[in-house]
């Protein structure tokens, strides 16, 4: 599979810590983030570059030459005028691979594509998938543009900031995308520049074969001097290359009623969902630990017919929305919707099982543990139930129950001591 890397932006916004390089050979540690990018490809053996240059390009040119220095090969587009984010493909249409991967050069990431790739390649829709992008979590959802996806990963709304959103799903484009040649001769552009989001990629959603593949892994756009900052941190403190989910990831998994939300009968409506205070700090700091943060939770309202998986997700959307408002957010939800007890008005039979999911049993732990690669050894489940307990003690992982002081309690005490005893 063959790599495009967009490297002609010109960087206005971080023009204060560097102006006169093209922004993808900004240095971060002593390296430019071209170089970053080009290191994680090769080691996940894409060594098949094609660069699009533009403003300063033969400043990149003359840094990495054919690639050989750095393990790879590269050619070069040059943009003589910007071609937006997506017209010089059709120039190089004839060189591309049947997919392909298409990377903005501003970002720092450290991600398996082999996953990434294995996603693209297994979606089966009507057609084989035209597009895949990456999406992730972020800590200001809502001044973020969202992609709404259904239970298949299919791409189905583009919401952008100025659309109207209530509840929503902390899912934002993360800039890494596989494309195909297919999906580019599907679109005839009605000039040379051409914007990938707006051109290509939002008219085609109707038909149903853009994908989203939701990652929790390390990916951050260098917009801002804030961010520059930041990920130079993360590079130095391992944060980066730790998140890559072919390395064994640690988790807190938590528990939702009485965790995260206030205790409110069981919860139906998303009314009757309410943050607990520093419930939503407490998963900030776990977010910039470097910790997975997975919801682990019992729901037998689907069982019992008292809400149907449509008012489940829009109450997780706005446990998602509320989150993100204070930088936070989960990186995944697993819920068991069984019961094991048959026999009550208006249930829901097919849920009435004796499943192996509902706590105190360890399956969803389980689950999330083979999704994301997690040492579990390493990890906590922690809730305000016994039940919790059971499970996190069942799955191996360290079981904390909540005490009065609740999850900011649990990350001040028992997360951050630890972390600093491990360094
Ligand atoms: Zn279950």
């Known amino acids: 599979m063959k790599t495009v890397i967009m490297a002609g932006g010109k960087g206005t916004r971080i023009a204060s810590v560097a102006s006169d390089i093209p922004k993808p050979m900004i240095p971060l540690c002593g390296k430019p983030i071209l170089e970053y990018q080009i290191g994680c490809l090769k080691r996940n053996h894409l060594t098949d570059i094609i660069m699009i240059v533009g403003h300063l390009g033969h400043i990149i040119k003359e840094h990495f030459g054919d690639g050989s220095n750095f393990g790879c090969a590269i050619s070069y587009y040059t943009e003589t005028e910007p071609l937006g984010t997506a017209g010089a493909l059709y120039k190089i249409k004839e060189s591309l691979s049947d997919d392909f991967l298409l990377i903005h050069g501003d970002i720092i990431f450290d991600i398996d594509f082999s996953r990434f790739i294995n996603f693209h390649c297994t979606r089966k829709g009507l057609t084989p998938a035209w597009a895949t992008l990456a999406v992730h979590p972020n800590s200001h959802p809502y001044d973020s543009a969202l992609l709404v996806t259904d239970a298949d990963n299919r ?104 965790t995260i ?90 849920y009435k099982i004796d499943c192996e999911c509902r706590k105190p049993k360890p399956g969803m732990i389980f689950q999330a543990a083979k999704k994301y690669n997690i040492n579990l050894a390493q990890s906590y489940m922690v809730g305000d139930d016994g039940r919790d307990v059971e499970a996190g003690l069942a799955a191996g992982c360290t079981p904390v129950r909540l005490n009065n002081t609740g999850l900011a309690g649990f990350v001040e005490t028992v997360f951050e001591e630890k972390r600093k005893a491990d360094g």
């Open 155 to 258: 791409v189905i709304q583009w919401l952008n900031k100025e659309d109207t959103r209530r509840y929503y799903k902390n899912q934002v484009n993360a800039g890494l995308h596989i494309l195909s040649k297919a999906m580019l001769s599907a679109v005839t552009p009605l000039s040379e520049k051409v914007d990938l989001d707006r051109d290509i990629l939002k008219p085609l959603l109707a038909a149903g074969n853009i994908y989203a593949y939701p990652s929790p892994e390390y990916i951050k756009d260098m917009g801002t001097p804030d961010r520059y900052a930041q990920v130079s941190a993360d590079i130095e403190n391992g944060m980066v290359s730790r998140r890559n989910l072919s390395v064994k990831q640690r988790a807190v998994f938590l528990d939702r009623d009485g």
């Open 261 to 350: 939300n206030k205790l409110n009968g069981f919860i139906t409506k998303p009314e009757a969902f309410k943050l607990i205070d520093g419930a939503a700090e407490a998963i900030r700091k776990i977010n910039n630990a470097g910790y997975l943060a997975i919801v682990i939770t019992n729901q037998p309202v689907i069982a019992r017919g008292e809400a149907s998986l449509e008012e489940l997700d829009l109450i997780h959307r706005k446990m998602e929305t509320e989150l993100g408002k204070a930088g936070a957010y989960v990186d995944d939800i697993f819920f068991c919707p069984h019961h094991p007890d048959k026999g009550f008005p208006g249930e829901r039979p097919e």
